[in-house]
């Protein structure tokens, strides 16, 4: 797993948005898991699967020959790793978008102009920064549009075990 992590606005979908392709180019296999702390709704009232929870089904599935969503009720927030168990199959990389505090290698998008400031420190997994303008980090920093040299990169480190081959997956 991967977290991209950094402040509202600062760019991390889009970054999400370029690593994909670049991955799939590779060879890999990504899905991704975003978190939002307000909650969110995919169905809508009316529907036939919106009726099915609203009468009180715990769970529903909807079921297309191209696509499956799962409508489920919980009773708390699950950490990534319940998330990746319980959902997640036959991927090499799962990236990681708004679970801030969390225990796994973070690139953090950090742009200086919005005048904020960084989101990680030096005890918070942080392997790389990603940003607009140059800057001293103590860790390595991408500019946001050098995707290829990012991927490089995460290729050649231990910090993405299965992106570490480099090449096509074993």
């Known amino acids: 797993m ?24 590779r060879g890999r296999r990504v899905a991704t898991i975003k978190h939002n702390r307000h909650g969110f709704a995919i169905d809508h009232e009316g529907k036939d699967s919106w ?4 009468a009180g089904a715990r769970t529903t599935v909807i079921a297309s020959p191209h696509q499956v ?8 927030d699950y950490e990534i790793a319940e998330l ?7 991927v090499d990389l799962i990236i990681v978008e708004g ?11 950090f742009r200086p102009s919005l005048r904020r400031e960084r989101l990680c420190g030096e005890d918070d997994n942080l392997i790389a920064v990603v940003s607009d303008e140059p800057l001293a980090a103590g ?4 500019d946001i549009n050098d995707i290829a040299g990012l991927v490089d990169w995460l290729e050649k480190t231990g910090f993405c075990p299965a992106l570490r081959w480099g090449g096509v997956p074993e």
């Open 2 to 25: 991967l977290s991209i992590v950094g402040k509202s606005n600062s760019g991390k979908t889009t970054l999400i948005e370029k690593m994909i392709p670049e991955l799939i180019r």
């Open 139 to 142: 860790v390595p920093c991408f």
């Open 99 to 109: 679970y801030k505090q969390n225990p796994y290698p973070k690139i953090e998008v």
């Open 51 to 54: 009726r099915h929870k609203r």
């Open 84 to 90: 990746r168990d319980r959902y997640i199959r036959d």
């Open 69 to 76: 969503a799962v409508v489920e009720d919980t009773e708390r």
